[in-house]
């Protein structure tokens, strides 16, 4: 690895699965030999800093919550100073590998700055609408990784997961796309697959 961490940001609208993604990512992380941490941004909670630290996946000293106020979006992308001190501080007191930035939004477009992140993940929940791919969110248009998570749940809701598929491959035929199911772990197998070969141990993204 070298000598800098590497700052792979995980956005996309509330509820979508982030924290999900990261407590699946965190036991095939470690079991690779490498060392996390953890950073997530919350309105006024630490909410999801709090659910990582408790999950007991990771040592509660390499989970950082950031606490946006009104704009998580300007935290991770406009004026992301408090979430390059928060990386650079876990840096200086750890020697990590990693470090995974989660960041919710209530929209498609919320994108990370690439002062912040080497590599960035975005997470869309199939069940809130399969014609999400179809709005070109910058999000989706423009991340490393596009996750389309909770395909368990398409069925039952009436989402059409090959117009998903039509949409995605159209808008974004270049890039790296997953279906994901991360209800159970084994779901996570294939991001982390590509993470390791396009963040962690490929040529340098950004
Ligand atoms: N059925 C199903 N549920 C999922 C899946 N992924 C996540 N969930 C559930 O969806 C809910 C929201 O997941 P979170 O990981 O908390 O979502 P989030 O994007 O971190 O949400 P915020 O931090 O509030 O933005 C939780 O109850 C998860 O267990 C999936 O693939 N399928």
Known sequence: MSAKAVRIGIGGPVGSGKTRLIECLLPLIHEAGLKPAVITNDLVTLEDAMRVKASGLIEETLVIGVETGACPHTAIREDPSVNIQAADALERDNSLDLILIESGGDNLAATFSSELVDYW????????????????????????????????????????????RHDVQVNRPQKA?????????????????????EALFGCAVH
């Not at 490393?144 to 997961?161: F, Q, Y």
């Not at 796309?177 to 070969?197: H, Q």
């Open 121 to 164: 993940i975005f997470v869309i929940d199939c069940a809130a609408g399969d014609d999400i791919p179809r709005k070109r969110g910058l999000g989706m248009l423009q991340a490393d990784l596009l996750i389309v998570n909770k395909v368990d749940l398409a069925p039952h809701v009436g989402a059409d997961l090959n117009r998903i």
């Open 177 to 197: 796309t997953i279906y994901t199911n991360l209800r159970s772990p084994e779901g996570a197998w294939e991001v982390f697959d590509i993470i390791k070969r």
